[in-house]
């Protein structure tokens, strides 16, 4: 299976703390990446500088000595801790543990994992500081260090400045341990950042006025605020629903009022919101749980969704303006749920608490499309809104979709199932028996931990629980929700062994969900061991007995099940669309439409793959320090990594075409293809970009270049039905099915038709014939697949059957050959019993009769001409042939000559119909095969088995064609078969051919060059109507021009009128030719006299190639000739190729 | 619960009956008006899905329904083999006022018979029957007199599915076939009962209690249960005292 294949690209895309954005070999996280992940930094952020330092906090009241001025000879006291700073464009950080990434390690290289948060939260002590919110670094004098730092913030400001002030600036110190430059370059780039950092300083007054510890720190409702605003009384800042409707649970059971008096003095001593330090302490009161009125702001500090608020502090209300009023599915899936989010809190019983809940998950999913809304996240948001405002709800959310719970809430939830592998596979681990026993009893542990991690525990536990555990999860990041769900089983560990099935199973854990707050040993001597609750307990059993499990084991364990997993989400994709595709899909075969579907999203992850490898490398060429792209569009591509584009391009489905297709493979792999692509805007903006740079991706050298041609164009065009960007997979399976599941050569005839049929008025004009011949030589330049039967002629064989012999066989001819021909006889038949636009009966017969002269007489010739064995002679002598026919050379210059062209006037606009089509096609053996079953041979969805041969090759015809009216077909049982060799028929066999393969591809190459020369003199026959009226002079010709001419005419001359049978009116025509013999003899009889004039030369050089091949110096010379003469000159010979 | 069998007199069995369907169709309410013969305008939606038990006495025996009630939204469809795995019975639920919820019936229905556990009973449920004015007889009628199964409904009725329509497709496929209203009552009984009647005794020879699953699941390899003899609108009414 392809995806297997694919899997390898996947790698990391899970795991954005894994994401690679390097390339796609490179599969370990960027340096950038896990920098941002550990201090939860905005995507924006890059590690520019770091060096080892020592940051002292002052101790509580001693930081007021400072004050003066510059501490000396660095007798600071305090709180001194080591660890690494960090430098990104807008942000200094600080932390004591362990970086998640090497110094050493190159800017977007990665390295392993290192420290215990593995890159995914700010743990350690330290803090994680906005530039803006420095307010001034002195460089202290120091003798212990070369460089030490005093860093001011603006914590503290206001009240400095008001006369009550009651506390002091925040400072702090950094002493920097590095070479003298190090230091050095620290410094500057540290100045550089203050320098910008000043522009966001409005943000921040903005966002730090919205949290409730500024509020709380400046002392209550009524406070002087802005030293330069003036006195103003302040509202509480909103902290939520809860503010309004009361927080859940009891505060005083909650000790909420001492909890937040701990956190006041935290703040006082340590700073505040955006100028938070990490001490020992912020953890441990994390660990107890938030006070109500606090716990948004610490959550969106702790999970970095803080900085994003800092980036943009209108964002939320900016995107509810700009999308108001745009629908979709989301958000009546929204709407469904709204009224049973959370319901039995009286908040969300109130329009209020439903508004809010409304505008946030509908806000996110315009912003998100990819998500959207999925079922959980009401929940998880409506809990959130307890505590926040819209805006940080919204901004949280934010984080936790991209980082904190990759993949949980997408399309198709991957996040979600690998996590309960991962979540298996750590039960496995640290609870063997429990497991073996689960397993015994057929008990599937995810049945009932799924919803444990999609809704965070929300509706598990008893509200107040479940936001304890989100308080740690905010800060300590996802792997808090596997060390909570071991511990549950693990604490009802001796339960659970006892259980059979799931109901059991379930009822226990809703049990002991129910009693967490009872005492976890009620029966305990010990006071204080009665009097913890079982809540206490299951955090002591998450936190002091699972810490072992770190993010970077749940990373590992990712990795490790995502292939299984998206695998399984593939498949039940596919599964699920095969069986959705429609009516149109039943005519393919199972095997055909998984291939196809294969196939269908096989194309795309390698476009969408090409793609972001694309805006890498312009990244990379735009410098260093451009952020690194988005991740999440890293993630699309694979279909079970969910939102992936379901829709193909023009582009893709070339490629598409190229796999199942031979004639859809480009002749060489030729850049104008692309390029001419993109001129014609068939793509969007944002589609598969061809850069000379464009790194070349593993699969991309194998591909198969496709080609570009009008007829794909069609193609395309045809199959979306829907007119839309691109095709669907469905849209691909009905254009395929049509062809391939087609009942008979009929559907496959009108088929073809309809993809000329530009405006669908059943009519395809002049300009649409050429483009159908062009087509047919287009497919089968690169030989016919399928087991054709040839009833012992060619095209010509009518004539002979005629004669009396029904098993005349052509020697040596080629089936490719006849092909040509046979494409030939059909642009000759269809300007023949085109219907005018504007009848004029009496001209319409000429040409019928000119036309119909053809047919008789010359076909020996013309098959000797054929013959490869006998190429050379026709090139070489032309005129040797040619004389013999008395039609042949013509001189288009006389007066008759007009009537007779009367299918390239433009004047008399002809079309044809869908039976004058059929008619012609079936008329011709060989079209009639070719879209009998070739057509749909031709595309190999399943990979071809040798030997395999047409489902109907010897299929007696049911219609009427002049084989069977005049010949006894030979069918194949008496010529023996030869399986594979599609270039051939069995004719071939008897007659060997020499260098037949490079003789096909010539002919085909060329018989195509010659379509497009037909079609060009027909616009230049348009434009000089007139004068080549008026006749042409001799000295006006060239070698080359007449060696063409003789050649069209002896290329096109070989085709014998065979409708005229099949339509009974062979006798009419037969009787046109006898009246105007006469002209014809006068024409061709002018003709000769030049081509023998000016015969010989380019010819020879051209080898012993085909006959048709020689017809490409038509096009050659076309484009060489400027000029009046030559213009005329062409259209001669355009003009006698109507003419035969 | 695990040990009913001790407490009734008659032999008991599980079954794991799993249901599946559009979003909002109704499901969680149809298990809501089984279990506890209760109706809710605003249910929470199924995360994941949810876990309710109820028996349906027999005249010969008790079957003890473990019900799987799943999310409806279409992303949770990936999460359904969880949930129908195993499972003896399902039901498939549609709107009868919403012509997609049919259609996404049917590639539920398509996907339980080609990867569900063979022989799985399932049932055709078209749910909301009450926001339709004309009896599923009546309607039945008259479509088997006009000809067409998708013909316009009366005016005022909210009816978009017709009952000819559903009921030809669910014998079609050899399904059971009910139209219900969770809101009032109608016919959700019938589908539990009928269910439970249709499962065949082999099956429930090796009920789940203690580690049977295994058995359970040979036995249920013993080919299709041939549901068209009992299928239909009707089903058995008797039996059940529950």
Request: charged content about 25%; glycine content about 8%.
């Amino acid at each position: 299976m392809f995806l297997n294949s694919l899997v390898q690209k996947a790698q990391s895309f899970i795991d954005p703390a894994l994401t690679p954005i390097t390339s796609s070999h490179d599969k370990r996280p960027s340096k950038a990446i896990l920098f941002r992940y550990q201090f939860r930094l905005p995507d924006s952020e890059n590690p520019l500088h770091e060096i080892t330092a020592e940051l002292t906090i002052p101790l509580p009241y001693k930081s007021s000595a400072g004050q003066g001025g510059p501490k000396s000879d660095g007798q600071i006291q305090g709180n001194i801790y080591a660890g690494k700073l960090h430098l990104s464009e807008q942000y200094l950080c600080f932390t004591t543990l362990n970086t998640s990434f090497h110094t050493n390690s190159t800017f977007q290289a990665s390295t392993a994992f290192t420290g215990q948060t593995h890159g995914t939260g700010p743990a350690g002590n330290g803090f994680t500081l906005p530039l803006c919110a420095v307010r001034k670094v002195e460089r202290l004098p120091t003798h212990n260090a070369l460089c030490a730092l005093a860093i001011t913030t603006w914590n503290g400001t206001a009240s400095a400045k008001s006369s009550t002030a009651h506390y002091d600036m925040q400072r702090f110190t950094l002493q920097l341990a590095g070479s003298r430059q190090a230091c050095d370059t620290f410094c500057d780039g540290l100045k550089k950042g203050l320098r910008n950092g000043v522009k966001q300083l409005d943000n921040l007054r903005t966002i730090a006025g919205q949290c409730y510890s500024e509020y709380l720190l400046s002392g209550g409702p009524v406070k002087s605020k802005d030293g330069e605003g003036g006195e103003i009384i302040r509202e509480a800042p909103e902290a939520g629903l809860g503010m309004v409707f009361r927080y859940p649970g009891d505060p005083r059971k909650l000790r909420d009022r001492s909890k937040m008096r701990l956190w006041g003095e935290y703040f006082r001593d340590n700073g505040r919101n955006a100028m938070l330090l990490r001490q020992p302490t912020f953890h441990k009161l994390i660990r107890v749980g938030l006070p109500n009125r606090l716990r948004g702001e610490i959550w969106e500090i702790t999970a970095g969704s803080f900085w994003l608020r800092l980036q943009n502090p209108n964002l939320y209300t900016q995107i509810l303006s700009k999308f108001t009023g745009r629908e979709s599915l989301a958000i009546d899936e929204i709407e469904k749920d709204l009224n049973r989010s959370l319901p039995e809190y009286p908040g969300f019983q109130s329009e209020e608490g439903i508004g809010r809940l409304r505008r946030v998950l509908t806000a996110y999913s315009w912003v998100n499309e990819e998500v959207g809304y999925c079922q959980a996240m009401n929940i998880v948001v409506a809990a959130l809104l307890i505590y926040t405002s819209e805006a940080q709800a919204f901004s949280l959310l934010s984080v936790l979709c991209d980082r904190l719970l990759p993949g949980y809430y997408s399309q198709t939830m991957y996040g979600t199932i690998l996590d309960q592998r991962v979540f298996e596979s750590l039960v496995e681990k640290t609870m063997p028996i429990l497991w073996e026993h689960l397993i015994k009893s057929d008990v599937q542990l995810s049945v009932v931990s799924l919803p444990w991690f999609l809704s965070l525990y929300i509706n598990s536990m008893p509200l107040v629980f479940a936001f304890r555990v989100l308080d740690v999860f905010f800060l300590e990041g996802p792997k808090v929700l596997f060390q909570i769900g071991l511990a549950i089983l693990r604490i009802n560990g001796e339960e659970l062994l006892d259980i059979n099935d799931d109901g059991t199973f379930i009822s226990i854990l809703k049990t002991y969900f129910s009693k967490l707050d009872e005492s976890a040993h009620p029966k305990s001597e010990n006071e204080k061991l009665r009097s913890i609750t079982r809540f206490q307990e299951l955090m002591v059993v998450a936190f002091k007995e699972f810490s072992q499990i770190t993010q970077g084991m749940i990373s590992e364990q990712r990795a490790k099940h995502k292939n299984d997993v998206l695998d399984n989400i593939e498949n039940f994709a596919k599964r699920t669309s095969i069986r959705n595709l429609g009516p149109e899909s039943k005519r393919l075969s199972a095997d055909d439409l998984g291939r196809l579907y294969d196939r269908f999203y096989e194309v795309l992850y390698e476009q969408e793959r090409d793609l972001q490898l694309h805006r890498i490398e312009i990244q990379k060429m735009a410098g260093p320090r451009t952020p690194d792209p988005v991740q999440n569009s890293v993630e699309m591509g694979r279909v079970g990594m969910g939102p992936s584009p379901e829709t193909m391009n023009y582009d893709g489905f070339r490629i598409l075409l190229a796999s199942i297709a031979k004639w859809a493979v480009a002749d060489a792999p030729r850049t104008p293809f692309d390029i001419s692509f993109e001129k014609d805007g068939r793509l969007a903006p944002n589609a598969t970009p061809r850069h000379p740079e464009f790194p070349t991706s593993p699969l991309r050298g194998k591909r198969i270049e496709p080609a570009d041609h009008d007829f794909m164009q069609r193609l395309y065009g045809y199959w979306n039905k829907d007119d839309k960007d691109g095709l669907s997979l469905q849209n691909v399976v009905a254009g395929i099915a049509g062809i391939k599941g087609a009942r008979d050569v009929m559907e496959t005839i009108a088929y073809f038709f309809a993809l000329y049929d530009d405006n669908k008025d059943g009519k395809v004009d002049r300009e649409g014939i050429l483009r159908m011949s062009e087509a047919l030589l287009f497919l089968s330049r690169r030989g016919l697949e399928g087991n054709f039967t040839l009833i012992g002629s060619s095209p010509n064989g009518m004539d002979e059957s005629i004669n009396g012999s029904d098993q005349i066989t052509i020697s040596g001819s080629t089936l490719n050959e006849k092909f040509l021909s046979s494409v030939s006889a059909f642009i000759r038949r269809c300007f023949e019993y085109a219907d005018p636009d504007n009848p004029h009966s009496g001209q319409q017969n000429d040409i019928s009769t000119d036309l119909g002269q053809f047919s008789i007489g010359e076909d020996e010739d013309d098959l000797l001409d054929l013959s490869p064995n006998e190429e050379k002679d026709i090139q070489e002598t032309p005129t040797k042939t040619t004389p013999k026919s008395p039609f042949l050379p013509q001189t288009p210059q006389t007066p008759s000559k007009q009537s007779a062209n009367l299918a390239l006037d433009p004047a008399n606009p002809l079309h044809i119909t869908l039976p004058t089509f059929r008619m012609v096609i079936l008329a011709d053996e060989l079209l009639q095969q070719f879209f009998e079953f070739s057509f749909a041979e031709s595309l190999h969805i399943t990979p071809q088995v040798p030997g395999r041969t047409s489902s109907f090759p010897l299929q007696t015809p049911t219609l009427t064609t002049f084989s069977s009216l005049n010949t006894p077909r030979i069918f194949a049982p008496s010529t023996p078969t030869i399986p594979n060799l599609h270039n051939t028929d069995h004719q071939s066999s008897i007659v060997p051919v020499k260098g037949i393969r490079g003789l096909l591809d010539n002919i085909v190459s060329d018989g195509m060059r010659v379509a497009a020369e037909v079609r060009k003199r027909m616009d230049e026959a348009q434009k000089d109507l007139d004068r080549s009226a008026t006749g042409r002079t001799d000295d006006e010709y060239d070698d080359e021009d007449e060696d063409q001419d003789a050649r069209l005419q002896g290329f096109f001359a070989r085709v014998p009128s065979q409708n005229s049978n099949n339509n009974n009116n062979n006798i009419d025509t037969e009787k046109r030719i006898g009246v105007s013999d006469h002209d014809r003899d006068l024409l061709d009889g002018a003709e000769v006299g030049s081509i023998k004039e000016h015969d010989g030369g380019i010819l020879v050089e051209r080898g012993p190639n085909s006959a048709v091949a020689a017809l490409d110096l038509l096009s050659s010379s076309s484009s060489d000739n400027g000029g009046d003469g030559a213009q005329r000159r062409d259209l001669g010979g355009v003009e006698k190729m109507f003419e035969s | 619960m695990s040990d009913s069998n001790a407490s009734v007199p008659k032999p008991s069995s599980s079954v794991k009956l799993v249901l599946l369907g559009e979003a909002a169709v109704g499901k969680s309410s149809l298990v809501l008006r089984f279990v506890n013969n209760d109706f809710q305008e605003n249910k929470e939606p199924t995360i994941g899905a949810a876990f309710l038990t109820q028996k349906c006495q027999l005249p010969t025996r008790t079957i003890k329904f473990e019900i799987w009630d799943t999310a409806g939204q279409e992303r949770f469809a990936s999460l359904a083999p969880m949930y129908y795995r195993n499972a003896q019975s399902a039901l498939v639920v549609y709107d009868l006022t919403k012509p997609s919820s049919l259609t996404k019936a049917k590639h539920w229905v398509a996907e339980l018979q080609r990867q569900a556990s063979p022989g799985i009973v399932i049932a055709l449920v078209g749910n909301k029957l009450d926001l339709c004015t004309a009896t599923g007889e009546h309607d039945a009628a008259e479509a088997e007199n006009s000809e067409t199964a998708t013909e316009e409904p009366q005016e005022g009725d909210a009816r978009k599915i017709t009952t000819k329509e559903a009921k030809d497709y669910a014998e079609e496929e050899g399904l059971l076939f009910f139209e219900t209203s969770a809101k009032d009552g109608t016919g959700v009984q019938e589908v539990f009962n009928a269910i439970a009647n249709a499962i065949p005794e082999t099956q429930l020879k090796g009920s789940r209690p203690a580690g049977a699953t295994g058995q359970a699941g040979q036995t249920r390899d013993e080919g299709r249960v041939n549901l068209n003899a009992n299928a239909g609108a009707g089903g058995p009414k008797d039996g059940c005292a529950c």
